[in-house]
Each structure stands twice: as structure tokens, then as C-alpha cells.
């Protein structure tokens, strides 16, 4: 079956360092890979989707500067949350689609907490 | 943009009663799925529903296009159907995702 897995699960990183996660695809090739932030109280925001041989487009209020974004191979993607502070708290989610598809199958996020 | 509203935004179950979620959008639609979100906050994709009807054991997913609405029938609730059912959808064939705020529903025995 698909699955999507995210690295790591959860993660504290100090107020002004970076932090990089992972989203690894199993099973299927993600042709799109869509990164989400939910912050404390709210629902699933867009951060940026990622398609292969294509440019990645970024949402409004994210910023490639803040959150670059890889995505080298049809298996894998990453995201760093640069110079951190408390409003980057929040689980990040990453869901991926494959080709020919229209659903996302999405990881089990990555939970940042700032301090 | 696309809006998603999910209604209600709370509920709470005797186990063994049905539910009853509701999804309304403010656009045409390409793709939606519900979603279940599980207290450590991971989702689940319980329906991959753009148009019609699906059933998956207790689950019941409706989207009526003209209508701009998608309901999500839960019967027989358990506790362990606790938790936030999110639906979220996408319109303009870009594969962008909007997401409801989520109904939290709690199922008490």
C-alpha cells in the first residue's frame, strides 16, 4: 500500500536555530508533495506543494526564504523551518500524491515545539 | 479562494447514536477527501469522495456537487470514534488542498 513517513515525529529546537524534516514516500512515486503547518487551535494551512520538474509555488504568508523545500526524487522531500521562533510551533504535515491520482496520502506529521 | 466550512464544530455522542457531518464549499470542486484526525495528530483518509456516495463499514461519505455540500454519516458511534474529522478539498485542478477547521467529536459510553 501507499504510505507517507514523516521524520521525525516530534522535535524542540531553540527560539532562532532551524530545524529540517523529512517526508519519505513507500509504495508509490509522489509526483506531488503538498507541506501543511497546523498551528495550536487551527486547521491545516498550505505552507507550499512541490511538484516534480516543476518550480515550487508557496502559498501566501510562506516563504521559500523561511521554509526551503526539497524534493530531489520521486520518493523523498524536505523542509526546513529556518531561524524558528514560537509562532513556527505546530505540527507540519507533509501529504503526497501520485501521478494520475487526485487524493493525498499524508505522513504522520512532525510536531515542532519552540523554546 | 476556496472557502470550507465544516458544521458542527463540537459534538457530543451516547455511543450508539449516529452523527451526522457536514462540509459546505463555496466553489466547484475537483477533489475532497475526510479525513480522521487522531489525538496525536495524524490523518487518516477515510473517504476519497468527489462526487456520490461511499460507504466503508459504519462511514457514510455524500457529496452533492450542486449542492456544494459533503456529509460524513457515522452510525452506531464508539468511543473510539472520538476525535476530529476534517474534510478538505481543492477546485481549480492545482491539487492545493483547503481544509475545514474540523468537527471534534466526542463519543462518551
Known amino acids: 500500500g501507499a504510505l507517507v513517513y514523516q521524520y521525525p515525529r516530534r522535535t524542540i529546537c531553540k527560539s532562532g536555530t532551524s530545524m529540517r524534516m523529512e517526508c519519505q514516500a513507500v509504495?508509490?512515486?509522489?509526483?506531488?508533495v503538498a507541506w501543511y503547518r497546523q498551528s495550536p487551535q487551527k486547521t491545516f494551512e498550505l505552507i507550499a506543494l512541490?511538484?516534480?520538474?516543476?518550480?515550487?509555488?508557496?502559498e501566501q504568508n510562506f516563504t521559500q526564504e523561511k521554509f526551503p523545500i526539497s524534493h530531489p526524487n520521486l520518493s523523498f522531500s524536505s523542509m526546513t523551518v529556518l531561524n524558528a521562533y514560537l509562532e513556527d510551533r505546530g505540527l507540519y504535515l507533509c501529504?503526497?500524491?501520485?501521478?494520475?491520482?487526485?487524493?493525498?496520502?499524508f505522513g504522520s506529521g512532525t510536531r515542532l515545539l519552540v523554546i | 479562494g476556496q472557502q470550507v466550512q465544516q458544521s458542527p464544530a463540537s459534538l457530543v455522542l451516547q455511543e450508539g447514536e449516529n452523527a451526522e457531518l457536514q462540509c459546505n464549499f463555496s466553489?466547484?470542486?475537483?477533489?475532497m477527501q475526510w479525513f480522521y484526525q487522531r489525538p496525536g495528530g495524524s490523518l487518516v483518509s477515510l473517504f476519497y469522495?468527489?462526487?456520490g456516495t461511499k460507504h466503508s463499514g459504519r462511514l457514510t461519505s455524500t457529496t452533492v456537487i450542486k449542492e456544494r455540500r459533503s456529509s460524513l454519516h457515522i452510525s452506531s458511534s464508539q468511543t473510539t470514534d472520538s476525535g476530529t474529522y476534517l474534510c478538505?478539498?481543492?477546485?481549480?485542478?492545482?491539487?492545493?488542498?483547503?481544509f475545514g477547521a474540523g468537527t471534534r467529536l466526542k463519543v462518551i459510553a
Open positions: 501529504g503526497a500524491r501520485r501521478r494520475g491520482n487526485s487524493d493525498y496520502t
Open positions: 509504495g508509490f512515486q509522489a509526483t506531488s
Open positions: 512541490s511538484t516534480v520538474n516543476s518550480a515550487i509555488k508557496y
Open positions: 466553489t466547484s470542486l475537483n477533489s
Open positions: 469522495n468527489p462526487s
Open positions: 478538505a478539498l481543492e477546485s481549480g485542478g492545482n491539487y492545493k488542498y483547503v
